[in-house]
């Protein structure tokens, strides 16, 4: 069974940027969906962002349109998620998950969260 690894998380200024990287062993990131969600105090859990395995096309929630970018880097089989522009309202612990089926898209992996492959989060905390 794979395994996800988060790293990067940490304190940050409003308006600075910050990487968070999801190291992927036990299988490829190519050929399975994978996605960043985060769950900020008192809040449910939320998809932020998701590359597709089927087409790598990515998908970005709206409050993070323009400023956050996933992307994978097949050598090191990492997913990374881009934050710039941060704000307070985005801290959170994020997490990445791995759909565990292959080659769904974003849009047909998410509807079935309950059997993604989940890493154990990073915080991010945002100071205005």
């Known amino acids: 069974e794979g395994q996800l690894v988060e790293s990067g998380g940490g304190l940050v200024q409003a308006g600075q940027s910050r990487r968070l990287s999801c190291t992927i062993y036990?299988?490829?990131?190519?050929?399975?969906?994978i996605g960043w969600f985060r769950q900020a105090p008192g809040k449910e859990r939320e998809g932020v962002s998701c590359?597709?395995?089927?087409?790598?096309?990515?998908d970005y929630a709206d409050s993070v349109k323009g400023r956050f970018t996933i992307s994978g880097d097949n050598f090191r089989n990492t997913v990374y998620l881009q934050m710039n522009d941060l704000k307070s309202e985005d801290t959170a612990v994020y997490y990445c998950?791995?759909?565990?089926?292959?080659?769904?898209?974003?849009?047909?992996?998410?509807?079935?969260?309950?059997?993604?492959?989940w890493g154990q989060g990073t915080p991010v905390t945002v100071s205005s």
């Open positions: 998950a791995a759909d565990p089926v292959l080659l769904r898209s974003c849009s047909e992996a998410t509807r079935h969260l309950e059997v993604w492959v």
């Open positions: 036990g299988f490829s990131f190519r050929d399975y969906t």
């Open positions: 590359i597709s395995s089927s087409d790598g096309k990515t």
